[in-house]
């Protein structure tokens, strides 16, 4: 009776396992990149974020 009741929480609690881990794999947070930024430049992030430029001509009357 010990070893049906340990082989079916073995069927029950190894799927359960397998999905947690899954879900946590899924869910984790990105890895951090280097970002090898010299000076001066503008990070990534940052450009995307900001608006281009834009030249307004000026009017010759």
């Known amino acids: 009776m010990a070893d049906f009741v340990a082989l079916l929480a073995m ?3 190894l799927p359960v396992a397998g ?3 899954l879900k946590m794999w899924q869910t984790r947070p990105p890895r ?3 970002s090898g930024l010299a000076v001066g430049q503008i ?3 940052l450009r995307r974020r900001t608006p281009m ?3 307004r001509g000026v009017a010759h009357v």
């Open 11 to 13: 069927c029950v609690l």
């Open 19 to 21: 999905a947690t881990m």
């Open 32 to 34: 951090r990149r280097h």
């Open 43 to 45: 990070p990534q992030a």
């Open 53 to 55: 430029a834009v030249r």
